[in-house]
């Protein structure tokens, strides 16, 4: 599935079995909380926090899923066109740090 793909499929969705987008502030509250869910599971299972008994069985790959679907709410809702948004982020990052990280000491 490419972004595209993923942007029409979040919008077809929401317009048949979620009704309708949640505001713009909801849908950020909403994204703050699903990125909280990553950051707990990372913490506890990559990190130095013992991990609780009740987090063990989650499912890092759909808490990630999670956010991808409320970031794809956002940018459809916002008019972004995530693959052009990409691409772009993505060249800025090859003319911006092009040697950058290759001349960082702390890397090698």
Do not use: P
């Amino acid at each position: 599935m490419t972004i595209k793909d993923a942007q029409t499929t979040v919008d077809e969705w929401i317009k048949t079995v979620g009704v309708r987008y949640f505001n713009e502030l909801t849908n950020m509250a909403q994204l703050t909380e699903e990125v909280g869910e990553v950051a707990r599971i990372i913490a506890r299972r990559y990190g130095e926090q013992s991990e609780k008994e009740s987090d063990k069985n989650k499912d890092l790959g759909d808490e990630l899923a999670d956010v991808l679907w409320v970031l794809i709410c956002l940018a459809n809702q916002t008019g972004v066109d995530l693959t052009e948004a990409f691409q772009k982020n993505l060249d800025k990052k090859n003319i911006r740090d092009a040697t950058r990280h290759l001349d960082n000491e702390k890397l090698k």
